[in-house]
């Protein structure tokens, strides 16, 4: 395989895991299809993979606030 074809290969991995698949938050379907991306990669090139099966919570994005005692920090809305 050429640098050129290497690089090209690399290029349309790095597309595919960084633009196409967005929102790859740890449990989500983003996430899911990112790994199964890679796990088929990586089969292709001969080497053999495991997928186990966990429970996990999808990331849900929003305001934070940490609040210890009667002090809070972060931001977002008051808990």
């Not at 074809?5 to 899911?32: D, F």
């Not at 053999?48 to 002090?71: K, M, N, R, Y």
Request: glycine share 8%; aromatic share 10%.
């Amino acid at each position: 395989m050429s640098i050129s074809s290497l690089a090209s290969k690399v290029e349309s991995y790095v597309e595919e895991l960084c633009v196409k698949i967005s929102s790859r938050h740890v449990g989500s379907p983003g996430n899911q299809r990112a790994t199964e991306f890679f796990r088929q990669r990586v089969a292709s090139f001969g080497f053999e993979t495991e997928s186990p099966e966990f429970d996990c919570i999808d990331w849900e994005h929003g305001d934070v606030t940490l609040q210890v005692g009667s002090a809070a920090f972060g931001r977002g809305r008051e808990s």
